[in-house]
């Protein structure tokens, strides 16, 4: 199958079946987010959901998380994945985006990248959630997804991914195309077991095409 046809069907099955996916993380505000997805992190989206109502209560802004101490964050998150680096990004986000741009989060990617904690996938999952822009967060869900179905080819960094899916995707829906594949990733295309057989997308997927076919080579 041409890649173009592939991301084509791909495209067309989601559209129909998922026109309205979201993040799943809880957030109310720009800033909120901004938190929420630097405790992601090699951290479930379920366990982040559970700390930040607690965590945002105290601190709802960027110039109260600045006043709090590093101890006062961790108080808040020591159930997530990493807390003490993540309480000492979160405390030094909040202080540069107060001290830099007035509490405000900034909608430019490499603006983004300079604050604490913030790398290249969080800044694009910022930029294409609350800002819209045409961005390609990857985390592994979408790495994996992409490369099983056939959207990407031995791709070897989530850089090499994201150029990939941004050239074949069309620009306006790729912010939800980002929810697609993290979403099929997370309940569909699992790490372990995929569930081929409830996927919609199996007829065009290479990975299930190639273990069809391996399934049906006859044993010597």
Not at 10 to 25: D, G, H, N, Q
Not at 36 to 62: E, G, H, M, W, Y
Not at 193 to 207: F, K, L, M, Q, S
């Amino acid at each position: 199958m041409r890649t173009e046809e592939r991301y084509a069907k791909v495209i067309a099955y989601f559209e129909k079946e998922r026109p309205t996916a979201a993040s799943e993380l809880d957030y109310a505000t720009p800033f909120q987010l901004l938190v929420a997805v630097i405790l992601s992190a090699q951290c479930t989206d379920k366990r982040v959901n559970q700390v930040t109502p607690a965590l945002f209560a105290a601190f709802p802004d960027a110039a109260a998380m600045a006043a709090a101490s590093v101890d006062d964050i961790y108080a808040f998150i020591k159930s997530v994945s990493y807390p003490n680096n993540k309480s000492r990004h979160l405390k030094g986000m909040a202080e540069k985006l107060q001290q830099d741009f007035g509490g405000v989060v900034p909608d430019d990617v490499g603006l983004l990248q300079t604050l604490p904690g913030v790398g290249r996938k969080t800044a694009n999952v910022v930029a294409a959630v609350i800002f819209n822009q045409s961005v390609m967060p990857v985390d592994t869900h979408v790495f994996r997804v992409s490369e099983r179905i056939g959207l990407t080819t031995k791709s070897k960094t989530p850089l090499q991914t994201e150029l990939t899916l941004e050239k074949h995707i069309p620009a306006d829906k790729i912010p939800l195309a980002h929810h697609w594949l993290i979403l099929h990733g997370r309940y569909v295309c699992t790490a372990r077991n995929p569930h081929c057989t409830d996927c919609g997308i199996a007829e065009v997927c290479r990975y299930y095409s190639s273990r069809q076919k391996k399934n049906k080579t006859p044993q010597p």
